[in-house]
């Protein structure tokens, strides 16, 4: 159980050995990202290998973030279908997201697509966008 003064601002949980992450982990990192959905500014998760129901899993607990400034997923095998669901994070009104960091993905030219359509939006404050090394 987490204490209730206990305030985390950052999630760094980047995984580059190549171990196995288990569905249960993500699971977790889920639960772990709503619980302190309030909080949490920066969540780094590179390199953590997400699947279909784990990016859609990922994404309902990414839409929680109320405070949400830089988040990083690169490395983490998303698929254009996938992005979708984490497309959820920039719904928080107002979205105070600055840094989105998608490299060495498996984004495609309609998840750019998706992602413009975001950016133009007036509820995005983007300033950093990286989808280098993708299907682009």
Do not use: M
């Amino acid at each position: 159980q987490w204490k209730d003064n206990l305030r985390l601002r950052k999630i760094n949980v980047a995984h580059t050995n190549g171990g196995k992450i288990t569905d249960r982990s993500i699971a977790n990192l889920c639960n772990i990202v709503r619980h302190f959905s309030t909080s949490l500014t920066h969540v780094n998760l590179s390199y953590v290998p997400l699947d279909g129901r784990s990016e859609s899993d990922l994404g309902a607990a990414l839409g929680t973030l109320k405070n949400i400034e830089v988040l990083v997923l690169r490395g983490c095998k998303i698929s254009h279908k996938g992005f979708k669901d984490i497309l959820h994070v920039f719904s928080i009104v107002p979205s105070l997201l600055n840094t989105l960091d998608l490299e060495h993905n498996n984004l495609t030219h309609a998840a750019v697509a998706a992602i413009c359509g975001v950016i133009e939006g007036e509820n995005c404050s983007l300033t950093s966008l990286n989808v280098g090394y993708n299907l682009i």
